[in-house]
Antibody
Framework: EVQLVESGGDLAQPGGSLRLSCVAS????????MNWVRQAPGKGLEWVST????????YYAESVKGRFTISRENSENTLYLQMNSLSAEDTAVYYC??????????????WGQGTLVTVSS | DIVMTQSPDSLAVSLGERATINCKSN????????????LAWYQQKPRQPPRLLVY???TRESGVPDRFSGSGSGTDFTLTISSLQAEDVAVYYC????????FGGGTRVEI
């Protein structure tokens, strides 16, 4: 059974930083691209970032490009999202999602329960 | 970016009746080289993460009940729940993966 467990969500100051983690199990981690998708309170889904199976390719939404960095450690089955220069608009539940594909972003066949990031002074 | 527009925003359906959700993209999601539509559907129940229902516009994910079906091609797509069950109350999202990923705004299905 695929399991994705996010952590790292917290209250952050505007302009601050946070690092999210997602530990995966139940599948061969290195053979799948991985994603972060967020959902602001009471709103819809927004794709944030994708990283390929090897970690050699990364993709970002325009709204986070230059501020967020996605990475992975395949030896530890862990996905990360480094979030810098946070603003109130980044307040959301952040989901880790397993991609059906290996290289390019596609669709997400497993999701974690999410971790809440709140940006407020 | 491709804009995905869902309609209606919400709908109320009686138990056992059909629910139809529409999703329209502002450019074609049909890739000519493989004749596939790069469109997925998700279900999100309250306080839960989304769940994949359909991909390639019409391929049902393993374990998804066969009352859920996806159809359409190009720019117009539909998710149909043939006989609504109480457990189908949720928000449904379409998502394109033809290019930079984008989601529709969601459709809330109620009884």
């Amino acid at each position: 059974e695929v399991q994705l467990v996010e952590s790292g969500g917290d209250l952050a100051q505007p302009g601050g930083s946070l690092r999210l983690s997602c530990v995966a199990s139940g599948f061969i981690f290195s053979t799948h691209a991985m994603n972060w998708v967020r959902q602001a309170p009471g709103k819809g889904l927004e794709w944030v970032s994708t990283i390929s199976g090897t970690g050699s390719s990364t993709y970002y939404a325009e709204s986070v490009k230059g501020r967020f960095t996605i990475s992975r450690e395949n030896s530890e089955n862990t996905l990360y999202l480094q979030m810098n220069s946070l603003s109130a608009e980044d307040t959301a539940v952040y989901y880790c999602a397993k991609d059906r594909g290996y290289q390019l972003p596609s669709f997400f066949d497993s999701w974690g329960q999410g971790t809440l990031v709140t940006v407020s002074s | 970016d491709i804009v995905m527009t869902q309609s209606p925003d919400s709908l109320a359906v009686s138990l056992g009746e059909r629910a139809t959700i529409n999703c329209k993209s502002n450019q074609s999601l049909l890739y000519s080289s493989n004749n596939k539509n790069y469109l997925a559907w998700y279900q999100q129940k309250p306080r839960q993460p989304p769940r994949l229902l359909v991909y390639w516009a019409s391929t049902r994910e393993s374990g998804v009940p066969d009352r859920f079906s996806g159809s359409g091609s190009g720019t117009d797509f539909t998710l149909t729940i043939s006989s609504l069950q109480a457990e189908d109350v949720a928000v449904y999202y379409c998502q394109q993966y033809y290019t930079t990923l984008t989601f529709g705004g969601g459709t809330r299905v109620e009884i």
